[in-house]
């Protein structure tokens, strides 16, 4: 949910500790990698590449699990708020989050939320949906002016606070 809905970067050793790689190959190494792969398989030229990594930084953030053990965006922000005095990457990721969009927020954290329980299938099945209903949304065209346009960074959201974000307008995200 932290990755989901802030968008942030992370590490190759973030990425295993999330379960999207089991293996890690510094990115100095996947040219020389891709080339190995080419003529032997896998289970031999893997090995030869594998390195051992740091620990996650998200595996050893104890406030991200109690942040996001709430059931919605409001209960994570205030929760974030409240360990902000003490994390200072709490107060980071709260202001992070009140940047961003607030329906696309909403939106992401009920689509990771629903999408533990369907298959790869339907879940790229939903993810499809959602793109295409954010491609005609409102905020999507306030984010490109203000990014890449105008450049100003200084979206206007509509609704642009998660309290006027309905639960119906969320569900609209996940319409065929």
Known sequence: ?????????????????????????????????????TTEPVEDVLPNYAQDFEPSALAEADWINQAYSHHNVTDVLAALDDLAGTVPEAGETAELLRSKSPTMVKVAFE????????????ALTQEYAITMNALRSHDFREGVRAQIIDKDRTPQWNPAALDQVSDELVSHYFAP
């Open 111 to 122: 689509a990771i939320r629903r999408a533990r329980e369907l298959t790869l299938e339907e």
């Open 1 to 37: 949910l932290h990755a989901g809905t802030t968008g942030i970067h992370f590490s190759g050793s973030d990425g295993i500790h999330l379960g999207l790689a089991d293996t890690y190959v510094p990115s100095d190494s996947l040219e020389d990698l891709t080339h190995a792969l």
